[in-house]
Nanobody, 117 residues
Framework: QVQLVESGGGSVQAGGSLRLSCAAA????????MGWFRQAPGKEREGVAS???????SYADSVKGRFTISQDNAKNTLYLQMNSLKPEDTAMYYC???????????WGQGTQVTVSS
C-alpha cells in the first residue's frame, strides 16, 4: 500500500525555521521524482521544490535561497528544510511522488505550516 506521511509542520515566527519530513513506502522510491507542494487558503496549489533520482533539484522562485529539498534514500524519506520563513509561506504542505518531473501519482495528506509576525 502506497504511503506518503508528512510530519514536522507547526507554527513558527517569521524568520524561524522548520524541517518537514515525508516518509514514503509502497512504490519504487529511488526511481521516482519527489517533491513538495503547498496550498494557502484561496490560492492554487503551488510546486515548491522537487528532487529527481539523479539528485537534480528545482525550486519555486519564491523559496529559492531559503528552502532546501533533500532525501535519505536508505530511509525512503524526503525532507524540506525551510529557513527564514515568512508569513506568506503559511500553507498546507504536501509531499508528492511521480514517475517523472511534472507528473504526480501519489500525494500525502499534508502538514500545516503557519508563520506569524
Amino acid at each position: 500500500q502506497v504511503q506518503l506521511v508528512e510530519s514536522g509542520g507547526g507554527s513558527v515566527q517569521a524568520g524561524g525555521s522548520l524541517r518537514l519530513s515525508c516518509a514514503a513506502a509502497g512504490f519504487p522510491y529511488r526511481s521516482y521524482c519527489m517533491g513538495w507542494f503547498r496550498q494557502a487558503p484561496g490560492k492554487e496549489r503551488e510546486g515548491v521544490a522537487s528532487i529527481e533520482s539523479d539528485g537534480s533539484t528545482s525550486y519555486a522562485d519564491s523559496v529559492k535561497g531559503r528552502f532546501t529539498i533533500s532525501q535519505d534514500n536508505a530511509k525512503n524519506t524526503l525532507y524540506l528544510q525551510m529557513n527564514s520563513l515568512k508569513p506568506e509561506d503559511t500553507a498546507m504542505y504536501y509531499c508528492a511522488a511521480g514517475p517523472q518531473l511534472g507528473v504526480v501519482r501519489y500525494w500525502g495528506q499534508g502538514t500545516q505550516v503557519t508563520v506569524s509576525s
